[in-house]
């Protein structure tokens, strides 16, 4: 552990990446597919642009920091938070102020851009609180734990290459997977990470999902992947919001890790018109038993059907079987 010669915060500081615009020739610009960007694991995949002349990237971010400690403890002034983009391979270094949000200083809000021509592979995107210290100004007195992974090149927002999905025979492996064999697939919550298992038993499942396989198969297949990925949301915001570290005061804190950016994702769709804490505070309050936990249900499968696409999906695939069927006809 670094030990520091001036009190720094002990609250955690987060960070999400809420929207990415790309701009090409002639001052284009065209928002990145949501698919391209996830929270849960940090990562976007700018891979996902749906086209490679783009010339840079503008992230807008949000950051979250601990502004009551900060407020009650009285030993930082001038308290500014600025995000950072680097790359190692390049040597790029980027770096934007964020200004107060609508939250009382609680949230900080702004853009940074990433300009392809500096960047090869991956970039990292940090958010830094820097605060004037017993005098001294320009103190990092906090930082994010993990930071964002902006991927240059991948159109899958996977971190560290890590497999998302893993396939494996549910009526020969793991024990706690043998209840399931009749199922396609289940999300896993239980490890640092959610990952998705894929029952290779299912006959014909995985050439589906990897987009082997005819026309029609392929348009089934991105299909499957939107309701997988709507599983996977609604899987993980019930995991994150069943276990949340409560204040003295009976409040629920957002976690600091993937659990609380799918939090700030949801939380809007599923209690609309509050803010993030006011709704997470309403969230929890049901799901403890006092009032409707059942009335929720549509609106969580709403918000995660919504995150994943589904809708979008369900309308391509629609089209491209009226598509290929006029073709068969012809």
Known sequence: MRVYPYPRLTGAVTARVTAVRLRGPHDTREQLDARGCSVVEQVVA?????????????????ATIPVREIETKGHWSDVSVVAVLTEGATN?????????????????VGEIELDRDRHLDRASL?????????????RIIASTEQEWVIDV???VPLRDRQLEVST???????????SFRDAPWVVDTSGRMPTVRLNSDFEGLVELVEGQGSKV??????????????DVWTAVFHTAIGDLEIENDGTPLLPPDW?????REMLPDIVPGRSVEDALRE????RTGEGSWTDLQPRIQYAAARRAEVPKALAATVRDIERLDQETSA
């Open 46 to 62: 700018l891979g996902m642009a749906e086209r490679d002349d783009w010339q840079s990237a503008r992230l807008a971010v949000t």
């Open 92 to 108: 790029a270094r980027t770096v934007a102020r964020l200004e107060p949000g609508a939250m009382g200083g609680r949230d900080w």
């Open 126 to 138: 940090t958010v830094h609180v820097v605060a004037t210290v017993g005098g001294i100004g320009g």
């Open 153 to 155: 090149t991948s159109d």
């Open 168 to 178: 494996v025979s549910f009526a020969r492996g793991a024990e706690w997977l043998r």
């Open 217 to 230: 198969e392929s348009v089934v297949g991105e299909m499957l992947l939107a309701q997988m990925c709507a």
């Open 259 to 263: 659990r609380g950016a799918v939090l």
């Open 283 to 286: 969230v929890h309050t049901r």
